[in-house]
């Protein structure tokens, strides 16, 4: 497996394997992967001939007092972890090979990325978009792949692909969670030993949640406060957000009559985590 650094090498890479008739599946990331991202790879490799993984840690998408500058950087150990699944090539380029100082356009999805995550980080998704339409001009994936734990970033990208006539698929593949429920993160790594227990209350309050709706419940007033009462008791956290919304459009909802995205983000110490469940009715 190759990691090359430069947007002409795996530009040239691309030209060959399209060359050859290859089709190619393309899985963003920031890297310090985990099960979550393997998963998105497994599934590249799975429906295209040849998968390249991205790793950028992209600094447009995050805010001035996020944590961009302590963001985990582990090319050595990602590298091997990809090449034992099976990628093809690593394209991990420097942020001087993004954004080089004259830097200055910009892609904005408008609407759905000023709720839930985009509330709370202003400029966010645009700094995800940028990133995510300049990847896909350098890759030309046929295939991208996505994980559903960031399920906004997930309809936000989707919207951008079909409003800018992208010729990609977007892939949503399922969150993989730890043996106990929490989400799998790159952001798990700065939770202290008491804070990782503290984080179930994300997956277990979704999980109740969920069970109310399969029993029946349909006002989401009462979910939420069960989640936030829930939330509360657990000292460690502090919520951003609980939202029930519709999960295309993402606007809020107050009774169920249709399929829901519960969707929240918490501080549990300094880490800011989020999770999701879709509840089918
Ligand atoms: O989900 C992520 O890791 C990032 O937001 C992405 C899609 C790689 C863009 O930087």
Redesign the pocket.
Known sequence: MRVVETINDIRAIVKSQRAAGKSIGFV???GCLHEGHISLARESIRENDFTIM?I?V?PT?FGVNEDFDKYPRRLEEDSRMAEEVGVDVIFAPSVKEMYPGSYKTFVNVEGITEVLCGKSRPGHFRG?TT??SKLFNIVQPDKAY??QK?AQ?VLVIKKMVKDLDMNIDIITCPIVREHDGLAMSSRNVYLSGEERKAALVLSKSLFEAEKMILNGERDCKKILNYINEKIAAENRAQVDYISMVDVESLEEISEIQRNVLIALAVKIGGTRLIDNVIVEV
Do not use: E
């Open positions: 963003p990331t920031m991205s950028f992209n998408q995800v990133v995510v996505f994980g960031d970033q």
